[in-house]
């Protein structure tokens, strides 16, 4: 089911003569303000900016034209960052502005959605020169009257699945680790060497000397290239660039697909697409996160955590757990449960969570969830009986055996887990039985 989202701003986003007004909507406040002054990079901030609004009004599975959703644009300390969606959740964009292409003071911390409209959208295609670009992210006065109808407000659906994105990103992308990086040369050179955006297939990208090269097999070492026309969005950035770095998690001969994140960087920003396993898979029915909504266990360390929590660009694990007085790996648990609201991202980059607070509510992420949904029904039911490392679940008409493996990982005898061998993250028969089992180091 999808719902409503309402923008409201106080006037349109706009290139005027004296600089860059990006116009903010609700989020910590009313149309707040997080940033004046000047972006270094003019040029290739206006390129990232596109580019992470060109992703937010695309679908790149069975392209249609659905309204744009809005970027969200997060101020901390030392850094901007921009966000967005596909509108099939297949791919996830991110620029962020670093302290060297910043050059003034985040004024307000937080997270809300930034107005990129069609004329802008022109106006930023036309930004050139190396000039400092002066910007302001809010507005100069925030109270002003909008008696006279100025207020811009557009309501647009915001499909469930696009919010459960968001929740299961940053589980992916902290099992990531770099994989390659290239000079933006050979950057272009391998770009314009991929398939057509039509191109469905799965392929693999491997390192070889200077460049890269594709594979349709996966090997040590390869990054999983899925639907390589969604790349698209890159090109633009790729004349401002210096390298190319592509992250994803480790794999073999014969893995199946999975997600990778491919990032430009031209010392000023960081823009970057993560790309889902397959062009029809959307991040949001991946079920990385699921184990992390699932864990009551961990609910009372998300809230101690999360209360610590600051607007420091990278998230301290080792710092939060002093001040928590927690050991790391409850503090990861932690940062992983505050993710699926919202509440912290991922930066493949930095290889460390960052502070945001959605301008959604989050909460859908679990509620919405069909497998959460069920597998809660489940327990409550008392569907589950365990027996040591297996588990016997009964529903109205099937009876399930799931099992628990010596790496924490389940199956189980349903038709879900045949189909999808655990790809997928875990059936509602074994999330069910995660949710009743034992706490780690206690009697089974």
């Known amino acids: 089911m999808n719902a409503v989202q309402t923008y409201r701003y106080l006037q349109p986003s706009a290139l005027r003569a ?38 937010a009004r695309t679908r790149y599975h069975q392209p249609v034209n659905p309204a744009s959703l809005d970027p969200v644009v997060t101020g901390s300390r030392g850094r901007l960052r921009f966000e967005s969606f596909s509108g099939c ?11 060297a292409g910043l050059d003034g003071e985040i004024s307000g911390h ?8 069609p004329p802008l959208r022109e106006a930023l295609a036309r930004v050139g020169g190396i000039e400092p670009l002066h910007v302001a992210v809010g507005p100069d006065d925030l109270t002003v009257s909008t008696m006279d109808g100025s207020m811009v407000e557009r309501k647009v659906p915001l499909p469930g699945r696009w919010l459960r994105g968001f929740a299961e990103v940053h589980v992916l992308t902290a099992g990531f680790e770099p994989r390659a990086e290239i000079a933006a040369a050979e950057a272009a050179a391998f770009l314009r060497r991929l398939p057509a955006a ?49 992250y994803g998690p480790a794999v073999r001969a ?42 009551d266990d961990v609910v009372d360390d998300a809230e101690l955590v999360g209360a ?42 930095d290889g460390a969570y960052f502070h945001r607070v959605m301008p959604y509510d989050a909460g859908r992420a679990e509620r919405d969830n069909p497998r959460l949904v069920g597998a809660r029904a489940l327990v409550e039911r008392g569907a589950v009986e365990r027996d040591g490392e297996t588990a ?37 028969h074994a999330l069910a039985v995660s949710m009743v089992a034992a706490p780690v180091g206690a009697p089974s």
Do not use: I, K
């Not at 937080?110 to 409209?117: E, L, Q, R, S, Y």
């Open 18 to 55: 004296a600089g860059l007004d990006l116009q903010t909507c609700g989020g910590p406040a009313a149309n707040p303000r997080f940033f004046a002054g000047f972006l270094t990079a003019p040029a290739a901030s206006a390129a990232g900016l596109l580019a992470v609004a060109e992703v």
């Open 110 to 117: 937080g997270t809300t959605n930034v107005d990129v409209n």
């Open 254 to 295: 014969g893995s199946p697909a999975v997600p990778s994140t491919w990032e430009l960087d031209t010392g000023a920003l960081r823009v970057s697409l993560t790309l889902s396993p397959e062009p029809y898979r959307g991040f949001s029915g991946e079920g990385a996160a699921l184990a992390a909504l699932a864990g």
């Open 198 to 246: 039509t191109d469905r297939s799965v392929l693999w990208a491997v390192p070889a000397g200077r460049t890269l090269r594709l594979t349709s097999r996966p090997v040590p070492g390869a990054v999983c290239l899925a639907g390589a026309g969604r790349l698209a969005a890159l090109r633009g950035v790729l004349r401002h660039a210096r390298t190319l770095r592509v």
């Open 392 to 428: 016997t679940v009964r529903t109205d008409a099937e009876t399930y055996r799931v099992r628990r493996h010596p790496d924490g990982a389940y199956s189980c005898s349903c038709r879900w887990w045949a189909r999808h061998r655990g790809q997928r993250g875990p059936c509602r």
């Open 89 to 99: 959740c297949g791919v996830y964009a991110r620029m962020d502005v670093l302290p």
């Open 308 to 349: 610590l929590l600051d607007w420091d660009p990278a998230v301290d694990v080792a710092a939060l757990a002093d001040a928590a007085a927690l050991p790391d790996e409850r503090v990861r648990a932690a940062l992983a449960q505050l993710g699926t609201a919202g509440r912290v991202g991922y930066d493949v980059a």
